[in-house]
């Protein structure tokens, strides 16, 4: 017998479903030939997550953040990070207005649904950490005084890899907070092929509309939350995280925050799939870019030339599957 809290559910799934396809469509009429990217990116926005874009110049990191932020009728800000931004340029300012004699608070660009970094490790470390409380506690404190972030928020950040000039590797502590992180990489002939057409005569992105609205989004978080998550699984994740922390190719493993995102990103993940529950393949699709960005390797592995990605796959092939 379906009860009407069960068929609530299902409505919530349906719908979760449906909107997530709105602005996969709406986000691939810019970002074409990348559906992985663009799933993964709504795979985190659904999990209350962040997501860290990551590759070389012109691969289209800063159009696929626009696109997904322009596909959701909610406040959006743009940071351009330059080394001489100042963490009070993200955060806000408390001003002294002359006309009521006293200092009031002037918002920054952090105060928004999202928040778009471009070019994140262009700025000093300084300038980075003030996104680190909002991110986490999605709250922001000056001069003493707590402001709270509006739901969703979430921070979208693209950034060059170390080796270009100009860049500042990103902090252990601000890695382990996005929850995911995103590499493009080059288009296949075709695409590349389409986005000449599409994007030699105008930017489609002038001409993409909202497809989705804030409350819709919460609305979408809120159904992802219900998502089962069986006792076997949430050990495999555990088995998966310490199996990092051992490894004797990484010197820095993954943080209990890393567990929490990928139960929560697994969630995400099973509801794209119209599901209600998380399988183990869930947890294996995402296992990569969800903890990859977080781990260090250990100076053997540097001269082996293993990455941290090579390792973890290495890991998630060996892991034993939990069993019913």
């Known amino acids: 017998m379906v009860t009407e809290t069960d068929q609530q559910a299902d409505r919530s799934l349906d719908e979760l479903v449906g909107v997530a396809r709105q602005v996969s469509t709406a986000v691939q009429t810019v970002i074409s030939g990348k559906p992985g990217a663009v799933r993964l990116a709504l795979t985190v926005l659904l999990a209350e997550g962040h997501v860290l874009i990551e590759d070389v110049p012109g691969v289209g990191k800063t159009q696929l953040a626009k696109a997904l932020a322009r596909s ?10 330059t080394p001489d931004l100042l963490p009070s340029d993200i955060t806000g300012v408390n001003a002294y207005n002359q006309e009521l004699r006293e200092f009031e608070f002037k918002p920054g660009p952090i105060f928004a649904n999202i928040v778009l970094g471009d070019e994140i490790n262009r700025a000093s470390p300084k300038t980075q950490s003030a996104l680190l409380e909002s991110m986490e506690e999605r709250q ?3 001069d003493g005084s707590t402001y709270q972030l509006e739901s969703p928020f979430m921070v979208i950040a693209t950034q060059n890899p170390v080796e270009m000039e100009g860049t500042y590797p990103l902090p252990e502590a601000q890695r382990d907070r996005f929850m995911s992180r995103i590499s493009i990489g080059y288009p296949d002939r075709a695409s590349e092929l389409a986005m000449l057409d599409a994007h030699g005569g105008g930017s489609p992105l002038d001409e993409l509309k909202p497809v989705a609205h804030a409350s819709d989004v919460r609305a979408l978080v809120a159904a992802v939350r219900d998502v089962h998550v069986s ?4 050990q495999y994740i555990i088995d998966l995280v310490n199996a990092t922390r051992v490894s004797a190719e990484l010197r820095l493993g ?3 925050r890393a567990a929490l995102h990928l139960l929560r990103a697994s969630r995400a993940h099973a509801a794209l799939d119209e599901r209600d529950f998380v399988i183990p393949d869930d947890v294996q699709a995402l296992a990569v870019p969800v903890l990859a960005h977080r781990l260090l390797p250990s100076a053997e592995a540097m001269v082996g030339r293993e990455m941290p990605d ?4 290495g890991i998630v092939q060996r892991l034993p599957l939990p069993s019913r």
């Open 231 to 234: 006792v076997p699984i949430r």
């Open 310 to 313: 090579q390792v973890l796959a």
């Open 140 to 142: 922001v404190t000056v």
């Open 72 to 81: 959701i009728d909610c406040s959006v800000r743009r940071v351009q990070f």
């Open 254 to 256: 993954a943080s209990p």
